[in-house]
């Protein structure tokens, strides 16, 4: 019996999880720190519990994933991309329409009491199905590859992009539609398709790239983006992210705060409960600015550098991975999980717009907070199952 025990903890990817139980702590520390620093918080302990909670039912989804046999995986990877892409579609009728207000975005699905966010689930369902369509597809085409073959599968996993692009653009959730677009990248890029049309397609987004920042910069352009669709609460975020302190009082008030809080913590920070600055939604988006300024400069420097060291534990499963399948998995799961911390960081920070990304592990317990749990158990899931052959037809 001991010795069935100690061969199945063999099997369990230590490396990986300290990095995330170490984020765990960090973002248990920030909670109370901003919940500490919010005059309108009257007690903080019913608000960790409920942090708490969120976190046991994400270590236990962490851990049932890991347990789920490659084969079921497999074999459940359309099952799980069609029913988060029906979930995300009852938005269009059930969105919530107080958060939609809130945030200008129609991303919260309200079902009576329950109200959560489909796009985070739907970004794994979307990592499982980018991943079984190339892994299809490279085991029936010939190596290498063929232009044409290498069309068919982008087309393919493009056909499966298109229904969740048209459902984020009825949400007017641009920060989210980055994060399926950074997946379909990093996952184009090691599916082995031609560099010649790797080098056109990356170019043409960086020219389209060039295009849309040149677009937002200027009133015609900002004309021409609001005949599709764009909202005004978007252009406000690049203005305020452009010029923080000269709308501090109106739409970059929380960006200007939050630069605010940073630049006080100087080298070593105040101290968490001696925090002075007030940022509006501290304890979600603007949860850096908590570390920035409770811990300074030191203590921003060591929180980026244990998300490195996430990064780099999950680039290693990549590289160690027997089976294609769990590449292009681990793959999705890392360019998810970059994006995320670079756009908050860099938001809070005025390196970029504010575009409402969560931090993982630290911002505040939900629907995202629970996906990243799940993104970790798929990559743990590798090291676990013993399968040594499963035939991905």
């Given amino acids: 019996m001991r010795r069935a025990i100690h061969s199945k903890s063999e099997l369990i990817n ?37 942090q708490l909670l969120w976190t046991l039912l994400g270590i236990l989804t962490m851990f049932a994933t890991m347990f789920i046999p490659i084969k079921y995986l497999w074999k459940l990877t359309p099952v799980i991309y069609g029913a988060s892409l029906f979930l995300m579609s009852l938005l269009i009728k059930f969105h919530d329409p107080v ?7 129609k991303r919260w699905l309200r079902l009576g009491p329950i109200s959560f966010q489909p796009s985070e689930f739907m970004k794994l369902g979307y990592i499982l199905m980018l991943a079984y369509i190339v892994t299809k597809c490279r085991q029936n085409t010939s190596n290498p590859s063929t232009l044409k073959e290498d069309f068919r599968l982008l087309g ?40 010649k049309i790797l080098a056109v397609g990356f170019g043409s987004i960086g020219v389209l790239g060039v295009s849309s920042i ?9 004309k021409i983006l609001s005949l599709l669709h764009f909202q005004p609460y978007q252009f406000n975020r690049i203005h305020a992210w452009l010029n923080p302190f000269e709308y501090a009082d109106t739409i970059s008030f929380q960006q200007a705060r939050g630069l605010i809080a940073i ?33 300074g400069f030191v203590g921003t420097c060591a929180l980026i550098l244990l998300f490195f060291y996430l990064i780099y534990q999950m ?18 799961v890392i360019m998810y999980f970059l994006f995320h911390i670079l756009e908050n ?21 939900g629907t995202a907070y629970l996906a990243n749990f799940i993104g970790v158990g798929l990559i743990l899931s590798m090291y676990y199952q013993k399968e040594k052959d499963y035939p991905f037809r």
């Fill in 156 to 195: 393919k996993m493009s056909l499966v992009s298109l229904p969740i692009m048209a459902l984020m653009f009825y949400q007017k959730d641009f920060g989210t539609s980055l994060v399926f677009i950074s997946i379909f990248l990093g996952v184009v890029l090691i599916s082995g398709c031609s560099w």
């Fill in 99 to 105: 958060m939609a207000v809130a945030t200008g975005t």
């Fill in 315 to 332: 680039l290693i499963c990549t590289l160690n991975a027997k089976r294609e399948f769990y590449a292009y998995i681990t793959t999705g």
């Fill in 214 to 222: 040149l677009l937002v910069l200027t009133e015609r352009g900002q």
């Fill in 345 to 365: 960081i860099g938001s809070n920070i005025g390196l970029l717009p504010l575009t409402g990304i969560p931090l993982p592990f630290i911002s505040q317990g």
């Fill in 263 to 295: 630049g006080s913590g100087e080298m070593l920070g105040k101290g968490l409960t001696n925090m002075q600055i007030y940022v509006p939604v501290r304890e979600s988006d603007m949860i850096f600015t908590v570390i920035g300024e409770a811990y």
């Fill in 14 to 50: 230590y490396a990986l999880l300290l990095p995330v139980f170490l984020l765990i702590l960090v973002g248990f520390i920030a909670q109370y720190g901003a919940f500490h620093a919010d005059p309108s918080v009257e007690s903080i302990a019913p608000l960790l519990k409920r």
